[in-house]
């Protein structure tokens, strides 16, 4: 279960030079700093980048505050200091392993082998000028199947292909990777063989898209358009990854974010009646200055989901 921080804003359309820095490769694009404080203008002056590892603490912080602190949902709850840094330390290894920002050191294949990372993976940050991040969205390369709403994140789909890989001999594969275009064509012909696949329970219903989520932005750029052009941002990638649809899942509840992302052209494609959220549950008191764990301090609670797509390349 993945979760994605959804935000009311106005319509705000793309920079075209900044999307297509992003995505090609450059890890950032400075725009011309604006003199006004207007939102608006001080979007124009924004920085947007490819975190590095070195950023995860610095992104961590950000994502902390804005997401799970900044936010609404949770009412009028105070968390002690040692809850902070207990969800800094769960958001830290979360957003680090799912995007490259730490070593992932769990096997990769069932047979053990080095990981051979196929399925692309990056969190874009936006930046102001003196530096300080403003807004974060993670996207990453994954499998969806539209049969039962399964979805494989990025080092998921990789120990599945890679298990398929290491099964084969270095002529199928080095033919498997000349007559492919990128990993979702790769993953198609590996899933569609006429051989049996090792993975029983991986059905050749699943597909290659494109994963949306941990999407946050600053309390002070919220209703400016900064989430829509994150949103943009991320979509960008997908051609460059040869991947067509870019896919997000969002609570039932949260009318607003539905509307929003069917505003930029996602559409429901899968309903998940028995999905969880997490919702933040700070202790009622008592822990502020102990080193005690809040083992509740994340819990579970039943909120069915929806799974929206968008074909985000002209094709």
Not at 48 to 74: D, N, P, Y
Not at 157 to 167: C, K, P, Q
Request: net charge negative; proline share 4%.
């Amino acid at each position: 279960m993945f979760h994605v921080m959804i935000i009311a804003l106005e319509v705000w359309l793309p920079r075209p030079s900044c999307r297509g820095c992003v995505a090609s490769g450059p890890r950032s694009c400075s725009l011309r700093p604006q003199a006004s404080a207007s939102i608006s203008e001080r979007i124009d002056a924004l920085n947007f980048e490819i975190a590095q590892a070195k950023e995860l603490s610095e992104l961590t912080s950000f994502f902390v505050k804005s997401f799970w602190l900044g936010s609404t949902t949770f009412g009028d709850s105070e968390v002690s200091w040692g809850e902070i840094n207990q969800l800094e330390r769960t958001v830290s290894g979360d957003l680090g392993s799912r995007y490259g920002l730490i070593e992932d050191k769990r096997p990769t294949t069932l047979s053990g082998n080095a990981p051979r990372p196929l399925f692309w993976k990056r969190m874009l940050v936006a930046r102001e000028d003196d530096g300080s991040i403003v807004g974060c969205v993670g996207v990453e390369a994954s499998l969806f199947d539209p049969l039962s709403g399964a979805v494989l994140r990025s080092a998921q789909a990789d120990r599945v292909l890679n298990t398929e890989l290491d099964a084969m001999d270095d002529e199928e594969v080095n033919e498997l990777f000349s007559q492919s275009t990128g990993v979702a064509s790769l993953a198609n012909l590996v899933l569609r063989r006429d051989k049996e696949l090792l993975v029983k329970q991986f059905l050749t219903s699943y597909v290659p898209c494109a994963l949306l989520a941990n999407l946050a932005v600053s309390p002070s750029f919220r209703r400016s358009g900064l989430g829509r052009e994150l949103v943009e941002l991320a979509e960008t990638n997908c051609g460059t990854w040869g991947i067509d649809d870019m896919l997000l899942q969002v609570e039932e509840v949260n009318g607003a974010a539905r509307r929003l992302y069917e505003s930029l052209g996602y559409k429901p494609t899968f309903r998940k009646e028995d999905a969880t959220a997490l919702r933040l549950s700070p202790s009622k008191g008592g822990l502020s200055f102990l080193p005690i764990e809040n083992k509740e301090l994340l819990r579970e609670e039943e909120s069915p989901t929806v799974t929206m797509i968008k074909r985000v390349t002209d094709d």
